[in-house]
């Protein structure tokens, strides 16, 4: 059984970073791509950026890039959100997922303040 704990999610003032890490453990692990979403309550669910696991290759939607970099340490299953030059509307939980079986974690809150 795959599992998947986030940290590094806090208080933060508006143009300021944080570093957030997916710890992932189990026997089985072989991802092909990990991502990171987030929620804002009353809100669906949103892509927030992939890394395909073998390449390193990232993908970033409009509202994130240039400012968020996803990285991953494949020898300790983990993979990083870089988050710099953060925004209000950055406030949300947090989640890592992997594919290859798709896990889910359980999230950490992101706030920024104006």
């Known amino acids: 059984q795959v599992r998947l704990v986030e940290s590094g999610g806090g208080l933060v003032q508006a143009g300021g970073s944080l570093r957030l890490s997916c710890a992932a453990s189990?026997?089985?692990?072989?991802?092909?791509?990990m991502a990171w979403f987030r929620q804002a309550p009353g809100k669906e669910r949103e892509f927030v950026g992939r890394?395909?696991?073998?390449?390193?290759?990232?993908y970033y939607p409009d509202s994130v890039k240039g400012r968020f970099t996803i990285s991953r340490d494949n020898a300790k299953n983990t993979v990083y959100l870089q988050m710099n030059s953060l925004k209000p509307e950055d406030t949300a939980v947090y989640y890592c997922?992997?594919?290859?079986?798709?896990?889910w974690g359980q999230g950490t809150q992101v706030t920024v303040s104006s």
């Open positions: 997922n992997a594919d290859n079986p798709e896990t």
């Open positions: 890394i395909a696991w073998s390449s390193g290759y990232t």
């Open positions: 189990g026997r089985t692990f072989r991802p092909y791509v």
